[in-house]
């Protein structure tokens, strides 16, 4: 039986386009409103391409400066390399809106009796920062970082970290991400799995698949309760 809901944060609890379009709607930014749905997809694709080639070559940094590093190849690649629209943009991610669904869903799980938790790529700084801007600290009975390992996600020391902290079995845990391929490593480490897939994207070609898949987190209550 599941008794513990671990969620991804960024793109699975906290929406990573966020940024990007606030900043677009601001007075004056018409030339960045005309492309932020492409830099940031890119800003996006380059900070999860730099996690799994550091990942990879052991060469470790913190998320806070892969975050930094895939808006400079953005900013450049769109042709928008402006040091105040980067402050600006960077000031707004540690800052980044939470999904609609979120609060609801969480208190959901919490009053139903589930531990919650998230587990992240992120730096504790960031998370702490992320998690207090949504108003969901008191929600979370942990918050857990790649940092405590010092390799990013898709090592399967960072899932250790769930049964470590909270001393349960693998079975017990449910894990929710918005990444296919982060939903795929935590059932090959041997979490039960929810794959959020918002974008209707096609399933990784990886072996095995996630146990559900749901549209957005609404659903995650009813899947902990089946498991």
Not at 77 to 103: D, K, M
Not at 180 to 186: P, Q, R
Request: overall charge negative; hydrophobic content about 50%; some cysteine.
């Amino acid at each position: 039986m599941v008794g513990i809901c671990v969620f991804d944060a960024y793109g699975t609890l906290f929406d990573v386009t966020s940024a990007a379009r606030a900043v677009a709607a601001e007075p004056g930014r018409e030339a960045f409103a005309s492309q932020w749905q492409a830099l940031s997809q890119t800003w996006r694709d380059k900070q999860l391409q730099y996690t799994w080639l550091r990942a990879a070559s052991g060469i470790h940094t913190d998320f806070w400066s892969v975050t930094c590093d895939g808006l400079d190849y953005a900013l450049e690649a769109h042709g928008l390399a402006e040091p105040e629209l980067r402050a600006r943009l960077l000031a707004l991610y540690r800052a980044l809106a939470a999904y609609s669904e979120v609060a609801e869903m969480l208190n959901t799980l919490r009053t139903e009796g589930f531990k919650t938790a998230v587990l992240s790529n992120a730096s504790p700084a960031m998370l702490e920062a992320a998690i207090a801007s949504a108003g969901i600290a008191d929600l979370l009975d942990a918050a857990l970082s790649a940092e405590q390992v010092g390799v990013f996600k898709p090592a399967f020391a960072n899932y250790a970290l769930v049964p470590a902290c909270f001393g349960c079995a693998r079975r017990e845990v449910l894990f929710v991400s918005s990444n296919g391929w982060d939903a795929w490593a935590a059932g090959a480490y041997g979490f039960r799995t929810a794959w959020v897939n918002r974008r209707g994207e096609p399933v990784e070609r990886l072996p095995g698949r996630p146990e559900h898949i749901l549209d957005d987190l609404r659903g995650i209550p009813d899947v902990a309760r089946a498991l």
